[in-house]
Structure formats: structure tokens, C-alpha cells
């Protein structure tokens, strides 16, 4: 008897905390900037802008977005797969490992923001050359790592936006400053035979 009465409360108190847990899952994934940031509001506080091909310095971290890199149709739709071609430097002693769902997204100039894409990643293993680094990547102690990452699911017409990047380093949860490279349609670069397999 002890033993149901057990299993019958810990079935109610899952049932209480489920409702909560799925609430806080929406607001942390909805795409808007005010809830997505409620909690969190020095996110991207210290904001730092460059063109594409100059580096740019955050946090002690030295990002060039060298160019974007349109793949081409890709989907039944016509959309195209983007990828984003960086240089980052590292002049700490502490390597760290960088992702495309944390430290990179783009910026549209009606505010809303579009997150790198899996089905994205998964077509550039498949494809790309191993100049294509996978999620997630290390940035080396005391280096420089270059490399083609990301990818992002955009239709064709959408050709101007800005890349940000939030120079993390080892902590993941360190959004205080991002790097913002707006991007135009003479900075999208079609893939070249070198990135393929």
C-alpha cells in the first residue's frame, strides 16, 4: 500500500512541474528579442562593429568574418544554405570551444534574428571539405583557427543582414558583448570547388 501511495505522489509532483518546465522552454525559444533577452538583459550590451574582412576586437577575442559563402538551392523551396568563412584569434593561454547555436546568429533590419540551422550543418559534413568545421570547434590557446562554419537556411533575396558573434570563450553563458558585421549582397561569395568533396 505504501509503495502505490509513493508512486501515485511522485506521478503528481512530476505532473505539477511539467506545466512550468514547458512554459520556460517557450520564452527561452520564442524569437523575440524582448523575451528571448528578459532575463538576461546585458546580452550583447557592449556591441562592437566591423566590416567584413577587419577584425574586430571583444573579450579578448579577435574575429574577422572573412566572407559568407552562398551553397546554392538547397531545399524543395529554393532556399539557400549560407555559411559563414572566420578568422579568430586567440592570444590567451586557455583554448575554448565555440558553437554555431551559441556564439553565432543573424540580425534582419526589421529586428528579427535567425539562428544557424541543423539540416545546414548536416549538409556541409556531407559535402564540405574538412575545411568545414562542425559544431562544436576548439579555438586553440595562443592561435588562430580559420575555418568555414555555421550555416543558415536564408531564400535567395535575403542578402543584406548582420552576422553577430558573441565572443564567449570558455564561458558559454558570457553574452556581455557581441561583434556585428553587417553583411551585403557584394559580401555573399558562391561555394568554390576547394570547400567541396
Known sequence: MKIFRFTALAMAAVL??????????NIKSSSSNAAKYADHPEIGEIKVTANVNQEAEANETFFTLNKVIDAGAQTENGEHYYYLDI????NTDTAYELTRLNNFYLLFSDGTE????????????NNFSDKYRKSPFTIPANGTFTGVVSGFVLTPDKTDFTVGFFPTRENTEDKKNVILVPVTASDIVPITDDLKK
Open 16 to 25: 505539477a512541474l511539467t506545466p512550468a518546465v514547458g512554459c520556460k522552454h
Open 87 to 90: 578568422t579568430i584569434r586567440n
Open 114 to 125: 535567425l539562428s544557424s540551422a541543423v539540416r545546414a550543418e548536416l549538409y556541409a559534413i
